[in-house]
């Protein structure tokens, strides 16, 4: 199979551990490699992991876009066209990958995703991503619902980033992550960038991998999550969104995030979702007359 594989290690070392080693016993041949983007140091990710993966240090906290560009280029190194972006935990079956990455060559597809259900369960993550332009409201498709089984390959305009394929990424140096956008939105701004040069995206269920949560619909951020997805919401407005579309997208950003704020988890993550308006709104001024956001704070 002429695809690497990138996980990115960002949070449990038993969780990513496990992963790993499930990842290269059920699809022989992946080329693995592993940013390490956590808190353990490179020593202790080599001695947990199998010694097929190839770690990437030094263990520091870059952002998802950060992490993932980084496991292109280093797939890139090692003459990989194409390249699959892994989480940290939950699960890929066998055939997984295969089915994944033979769907998108058939399509001629620039990006493809899977079908991503709750661990141990039917009940669907993300069939896709739908997102309102207009409103700027994104929502993983069929979110809660049972799966009730399908093969097909669909084209859709978003896959969501939990685990999403790149095809051709050595012709294609554009086809990177937004590194100003730290949790979220990374994948939605990708796949603009794909449908504004008019090339595919699709979304293939006969490629199922799963998400370690324990399939609840009522998941709550915490304060590191609540932040970064406020403020990168706001630089995402500021860069990607045009004309009369601005008003409407940015008002319903604020719904979405005043309506998560109210649910927060606890009162660390409400005031993490404040610093992340705060922040971002800042960051979203200096977009808008030119200047980069600003470094973002882990």
Known sequence: MRLAAVIIHSGDIVSTSGFARDTVDCNPGLALFLINNGPDSD?????????????????????????????????IDQEFDDVVIL???????????SALHREALLNDATVAGPLVLYQNSNVVWANGLTFNRKWGVARNT???????????????????????????VTARPWLRFDEDLFI?????????????????????????????????????????????LARSGFIYW??????????????????????RLLRSASLKALRGGFSGVLDGAVDAVRVLIGLHPRPARV
Do not use: M
Not at 87 to 97: E, R
């Open 43 to 75: 020593a202790l990710v080599r001695d947990a992991v199998p010694s097929q993966v190839t770690v990437v240090g030094p263990p520091i906290n870059r952002g998802y876009a950060v992490a993932a560009n980084l496991g292109i280029e280093v797939a």
């Open 142 to 168: 069929d979110k809660g619902r049972k799966w009730s089984g399908g093969t097909s390959t669909i084209d859709v305009e978003y896959v969501t980033g939990h685990a999403i394929l790149l095809r051709g």
């Open 238 to 259: 500021a860069k990607h969104t045009k004309g009369l579309h601005r008003v409407p997208h940015l008002l319903g950003f604020l719904t979405i995030t005043a309506y």
């Open 184 to 228: 979220y939105y990374e994948d939605i701004s990708l796949c603009d960038e794909v449908l504004e040069r008019e090339e595919r995206i699709v979304l293939v269920q006969d490629a199922v991998v799963y998400h370690d949560k324990p399939g609840l619909t009522s998941y709550r951020f915490g304060r590191i999550q609540e932040r970064h």
């Open 87 to 97: 989480p940290d935990d939950g699960l890929v079956p066998a055939g997984a990958l």
